[in-house]
């Protein structure tokens, strides 16, 4: 023990730096066994341990990236050492059909696990939120990816913020505390029916009633605006709903009054039933030519066969087949401004037949140059010029009717009811 002694002593720094080194070896080692434990947890049946991992760097052919700011999927997944572009471009057109790439942001997390070559994604796991995870696996015998959802359960919360306008709504929105989302949301369902630059005083008061998706104490989801009142001294009482159906996409789900009329008064009609954007207006990468070139319209995920509407009153000016559009219809509307549909399986219409807003022209298909069935839908100024689709103002039905209308008045029964829990709550506090 004496000699034990003596050698601390005489050799303590030794001491000292082996016993710190001990210390952190031992710190790291379980570190990094945790990450792994975590990784070999994480698959689709185990979606708790999804999250932890996809945020790890944990090696062994794994990778990770994220969404770059100002960057699209192919670009923010090629910016990863290792990743070629023909497998970005089969990732992202995997993805198209599932995920709408308006909706990107920057900083949404992706994983994927590369094939011991190299020449193959074999995994591939992107998770714009907490608890969505997309997740696409390499079928070595179809040659194709198969692609999976995983939805962790959230609880709903509601709340419901108010307020009075001091300066104007926008202002007063902002200090109630909203996100951006929010703000924007209920900014331009309440312009629908108020007037707010003539018709809004000092004093006006609103209601906004939130939907918030909760998970892990946080709200994880953007929050849905499933109500909106302005009562002011010169516009009266005004409110407004949201409708949705159990299809998210439908193009019938917005806010409309509460007798069903749709608050955007626009003649514009959405071209389909269902709305998902897969490839957006401006500059792009093809998806199947891989180069940089201008998408001067937007593309719309349908199957083949779905009804394709004429979007506004007019005439059809062309119709036919080209080798990169397919079969198509154009239509020229007041004000000269043309409408392009393209790609279609089918055209129901004939050159110099009139035809009104919401009517059937054709059928969607997936002919010419395409890698898949979707509409090609595109807007040209009377001066010739490509707009971006997205910007014009588009509803489903100027007024719901039959079994819509019957839903939608049960829904706003349901959105009464919430309404009052909680103001006898608040009344009760």
């Given amino acids: 023990m ?60 794994w990778y990770f990236g994220e969404i770059l700011p100002y960057k699209g999927f192919e670009d923010s997944i090629m910016a990863v050492d290792g990743v070629k572009l023909y497998q970005a471009l089969k990732i992202v057109n995997s993805l198209r059909n599932y995920v709408d790439f308006r909706f990107l942001k ?163 009609r959405y071209p389909l039933r269902r709305i998902h954007v897969t490839s957006t207006f401006g500059w792009r990468r093809h998806p199947v030519t891989g180069k940089r070139s201008f998408h001067n319209g937007v593309d719309y995920r349908a199957r083949v066969g779905e009804p394709v509407f004429a979007v506004y009153n007019g005439v059809v000016i062309q119709t036919g087949y080209s080798k990169y559009n397919g079969k198509f219809i154009v239509i020229k509307h007041p004000g000269n401004i043309k409408t392009y549909y393209l790609h279609l399986s089918r055209i129901l219409v004939r050159k110099g037949l009139n035809v009104k807003a919401g009517q059937i022209i054709g059928r969607t298909g997936a002919t010419g140059r395409v890698n898949g069935p979707h509409l090609h839908f595109g807007i040209r100024d009377a001066r010739g010029k490509w707009v971006n689709p997205l910007l014009k103002r588009m509803i489903a039905t100027p007024k719901l009717k039959g079994k819509r209308l019957k839903e939608f008045k049960k829904q706003v029964e349901e959105i009464r009811k919430i309404l009052k829990s909680i103001e006898k709550e608040k009344l009760k506090g």
Avoid: M
Avoid at 21 to 48: E, H, Q
């Fill in 106 to 268: 920057a900083g949404e997390k992706f994983r994927f696990k590369l094939s011991k070559d190299g020449k193959v994604v074999e995994r591939f796991i992107y998770c714009p939120n907490p608890v969505i995870f997309h997740i696409l696996e390499w079928d070595y015998k179809s040659g194709k990816y198969i692609y999976s959802k995983k939805v962790l359960p959230t609880k709903i919360r509601y709340k419901l913020i108010e307020g009075e306008l001091k300066t104007t709504l926008n202002d007063a929105l902002k200090e109630t505390g909203v996100s951006d989302n929010v703000r924007n949301t209920v900014n331009n369902v309440i312009e629908c029916f108020v007037p707010i630059r003539t018709s809004a005083r000092r004093g006006d008061k609103f209601k906004v009633l939130l939907e918030e998706r909760v998970f892990d104490g946080r709200v994880v989801l953007p929050e849905k605006v499933l109500y909106a009142c302005y009562n002011g001294k010169k516009t009266g009482r005004k409110e407004a709903f949201y409708y949705r159906e159990a299809d998210e996409k439908s193009s019938y789900n917005g806010h409309y009054s509460a007798d069903g009329k749709a608050l955007i008064a626009s003649a514009f």
């Fill in 2 to 61: 004496d000699k034990l002694i003596d050698f601390v002593f005489k050799n303590k720094y030794r001491v000292v730096f082996y016993l710190f080194l001990f210390f952190y070896l031992t710190l790291g080692i379980l570190f990094f066994a945790s990450l792994k434990f975590d990784f070999f947890r994480c698959t689709p049946k185990n979606d708790k341990n999804l999250l932890k991992a996809i945020t790890n760097n944990q090696a062994d052919l």
